[in-house]
Structures are given as structure tokens and as C-alpha cells.
């Protein structure tokens, strides 16, 4: 397994709640118009995708009119539900996004915007729907993002996989496919005012992610693809990849976070 330095990215693979938490979080700096905001937004990626439910426009110009808005993307699972304020519907929607962006207005619970993905079309012919739906919020406080320690973390687990005796076939500091993305993913260019260091943890914790939720889907279904295991060197590779998957997806998101806040 490789550890950084990883190069300078030309896009970062982001779920698609958290490329719109950094490029929303850009225009609301006053670094870019609504416009380009949605376009960055969007990102790229190898197929036709459709964007249907709330039109990200009017949301980020309604989101620039609240007192003192802001942004806190999450990327939430079952029993790991930090950062969603609620309630219960909009918990559950993010739930099955598995991501969302929570809008607070004053440090209040505003409204949820989350993601639902849908693949529709043909095999080799697929699309994309992405259904934006907003949910409104509690009005409970939200705490501000920062702290808990999730980048040093990451890092610490990834120098423990590097220098452990189990084996595992990811190398977060190489480019990863478009086609290598989950649906609800997306690949965008960097906003100005992400700096390199943010940008390249963002790439490694995001390609992370991405690998080991495959490595352990892979498992799951077929058996560990690194052939004959015993039972306790299979143990400790499941929770290796479990460790760095926790601590990718934490990463993601508390750098994430740092890099929305207006």
C-alpha cells in the first residue's frame, strides 16, 4: 500500500452533496456567480447525467439570503448519524443518499438538501437522475465543524495499514477511473479558495473511500480477492479495510467541512 505525497489533482471525486457543499460555500465567498457555482457543482464524469427536485440555482441565491448561513455536508450511515440535526424524514433521506448538506442559518437547523441517485438506461448506455430534495429544518442548534481530530486519524490509520503485515491491493495515491465512481459521486474542479493541502487530503481520503467500500463489497460477496486466507489473517484484513474506510469517510467530511465555512 502506497502513503502520500499525492500529486497535485486535476479533479477531486467527490459525493455529489459535498462537491455542492464546496462550490455553494465558493459563491457564497463571493467567488463566483450562482451559475458557475452549479456547473462546478455537477462535475464530470463518463455519463449523461440529469438533475431533477430542487433547482440548485434558486437554492444557492435562497441560501445567500439567510442571516449568516452556512454550510455542513455530512455523509452519514446507520448508528453514524453526527451533523444531522433532523427530523426523523430527513434523517432518513440522507440515510438512503448515504450523504446531505445541512443548512444553518445563525447556527440554527435551516433545511437538509440531499441527493437521491437513481441509474436508469441500458447496460453500456446508463444514465444518471440526481433528484436534489430540500427538507426543512428543526431550528435546533448545529455545532460548527472542526475538531475532531478526523484528518489525523486518517492519516495515522493509513501509516498503520503501511506498515503492517496484512496486505491490501489499494493504492489511494493513484487516479481512480470515472467509471471506478459510485453514481452518487461526482469528479469537479477545485474552488479557488481550496488550498493544495486540503485539496490533496480531500483526494487521498476520497479515492480511500472508494477502494476500501469496494474492497469490502468485493468480500462480502465473493471472498477476499487476495487469495487463501485463514481465519484470522481474513479477520484482521476486514478490519483493517473497515478502520480506513471509517476514517476515509470522517476525513472526507471534516475537510470538507473547514473548506464550506463562509
Do not use: K, N
Request: negative net charge; charged residues 20%; contains cysteine.
Amino acid at each position: 500500500m502506497t502513503l502520500p505525497p499525492v500529486p497535485a489533482p486535476d479533479l477531486l471525486p467527490l459525493p455529489r452533496a459535498l462537491a455542492l457543499s464546496l462550490w455553494a460555500s465558493s459563491y457564497l465567498r463571493g467567488d463566483c456567480g450562482p451559475d458557475d457555482a452549479v456547473l462546478g457543482a455537477h462535475g464530470h464524469g463518463h455519463r449523461h447525467v440529469e438533475h431533477a427536485g430542487q433547482d440548485l440555482f434558486d437554492w444557492m441565491t435562497s441560501v445567500r439570503r439567510l442571516p449568516l448561513p452556512a454550510l455542513r455536508p455530512a455523509l452519514p450511515t446507520p448508528g453514524r448519524i453526527a451533523g444531522l440535526p433532523g427530523p426523523p424524514a430527513a434523517v432518513t433521506a440522507a440515510l438512503e443518499a448515504g450523504q446531505a448538506v445541512v443548512v444553518t442559518a445563525a447556527g440554527l437547523a435551516e433545511q437538509t438538501l440531499v441527493p437521491a441517485t437513481e441509474v436508469i438506461g441500458s447496460e453500456g448506455a446508463e444514465g444518471i437522475v440526481v433528484r436534489w430534495d430540500v427538507i426543512a429544518g428543526t431550528g435546533r442548534s448545529v455545532a460548527p465543524p472542526g475538531g475532531s481530530g478526523a484528518r489525523e486519524a486518517f492519516l495515522q490509520a493509513l501509516r498503520r495499514a503501511a506498515r503492517g503485515t496484512t496486505r491490501l491491493d489499494l493504492v489511494p495515491d493513484e487516479p481512480l477511473a470515472a467509471s471506478s465512481l459510485p453514481a452518487s459521486w461526482t469528479a469537479i474542479e477545485a474552488p479557488r479558495h481550496l488550498d493544495r493541502s486540503a485539496a490533496h487530503l480531500l483526494v487521498l481520503s476520497a479515492r480511500t473511500l472508494v477502494l476500501t467500500e469496494a474492497e469490502l463489497a468485493a468480500d462480502a460477496l465473493d471472498g477476499p480477492r487476495t487469495g487463501a486466507l485463514g481465519v484470522q489473517t481474513l479477520a484482521a484484513r476486514t478490519a483493517l479495510l473497515r478502520e480506513l474506510h471509517d476514517a476515509a469517510r470522517d476525513a472526507l467530511v471534516d475537510v470538507t467541512a473547514l473548506a464550506s465555512t463562509v
